[in-house]
């Protein structure tokens, strides 16, 4: 398996969680990096994104200032730090590795891949 994401579970609105993935198999401190998310009957969404330094980062309106990527290229490991909390968050969280340095602020699925199983995280109101 590529990529193992870990850290979801069960929190109230207002809550605080960190997702994170590791990746192997690749050279993957060359590559940008990004979360989507996908809640029960919807389509995968774009969350955030860092470039391969991490010197880039761009989230979707409706995460900006809550959450905070970041990455540690040494450990091969994604982060996805979830602060406030709100119902709307709950859905399966994926990370995926591009095949580029950067991507675009707003980046679909198809720019990227080795996509790992998901780390469920549930926010009750």
């Known amino acids: 398996v590529p990529t193992v994401e870990s850290g979801g579970g069960s929190v109230q609105a207002g809550d605080s969680l960190n997702v994170s993935c590791v990746f192997s198999g690749r050279t993957w401190r060359s590559y940008a990096m990004g979360w989507f998310r996908q809640a029960p009957g919807k389509e995968r969404e774009f969350v955030a994104t860092?470039?391969?330094?991490?010197?880039?980062?761009y989230y979707a309106d409706s995460v900006k200032g809550r959450f905070t990527v970041s990455r540690d290229n040494d450990k091969k490991t994604l982060f996805l730090t979830m602060n406030n909390l709100r119902p709307e968050d709950t859905a399966v969280y994926y990370c995926?590795?591009?095949?580029?340095?950067?991507?675009?602020?707003?980046?679909?699925?198809?720019?990227?891949?080795?996509w790992g199983q998901g780390t469920r995280v549930t926010v009750s109101s």
């Open positions: 860092i470039s391969w330094n991490g010197d880039t980062t």
């Open positions: 995926g590795s591009s095949d580029k340095a950067y991507v675009r602020p707003i980046p679909g699925p198809a720019d990227f891949g080795s």
